[in-house]
T-cell receptor, first 113, second 110 residues
């Protein structure tokens, strides 16, 4: 079974620039999650989709972060403009509606300089 | 108060030792408790999960939950160098959202 695919693996940008991350979940997984993991901390949920609808975006900094999941499959997470404190690993995960099969991708490591 | 507290200190042990990790959580409504293992530059992978108080064993790994104290533990017996990783406790809340502790970096020295 193919896992959760994310790209790019690494990204370095200057502050105030924009950046986008892409995620392709496991086939058949209705639920998709984006987590932010700052160095030395556990992952923190940013946004959760059920098919192409948003279930929870309470911890998404909406003034600079946006996410979409068109057609209920792939998803993109965008940051515009980036700040130094956005340096982190952005993890995508997917699961069945029940929560079973919860699987993380390898993440995109973002460095903002 | 954070949902999950995990003392993030690193841990170095000799091969064959028992590794003991623990977390506390604040919301007694949480029903599912997990331990994830994260290797460097990889995403977390589920190691064990449980939903009731007591012990659950899987090979060299034992997960323990005490709901009365809101305390969860992970024990690794006969630790191996391949166990060197960061271990994250997590609890599953509403909508299957996971709340993670900060993680413990474990190094098993051959």
């Amino acid at each position: 079974e193919a896992g959760v695919a994310q790209s790019p693996r690494y990204k370095i940008i200057e502050k105030r620039q924009s950046v986008a991350f892409w995620c392709n979940p496991i086939s058949g997984h209705a639920t998709l999650y984006w987590y932010q993991q700052i160095l030395g901390q556990g992952p923190k949920l940013l946004i959760q989709f059920q098919n192409n609808g948003v279930v929870d975006d309470s911890q998404l900094p909406k003034d600079r972060f946006s996410a979409e999941r068109l057609k209920g499959v792939d998803s993109t997470l965008k940051i515009q403009p980036a700040k130094l404190e956005d340096s982190a690993v952005y993890l995508c995960a997917s699961s069945l509606e029940t929560g079973l099969g919860y699987t993380f991708g390898s993440g995109t490591r973002l460095t903002v300089v | 108060q954070k949902e999950v507290e995990q003392d993030p200190g690193p841990l170095s042990v000799p091969e064959g030792a028992i590794v003991s990790l623990n977390c506390t959580y604040s919301n007694s409504a949480f029903q599912y408790f997990m331990w994830y293992r994260q290797y460097s530059r990889k995403g977390p992978e589920l190691l064990m999960y449980t939903y009731s108080s007591g012990n659950k064993e899987d090979g060299r790994f034992t997960a323990q939950v005490d709901k009365s104290s809101k305390y969860i533990s992970l024990f690794i017996r006969d630790s191996q160098p391949s166990d060197s990783a960061t271990y994250l406790c997590a609890i599953r809340g509403g909508n299957n959202r996971l709340a993670f502790g900060k993680g413990n970096q474990v190094v098993v020295i051959p």
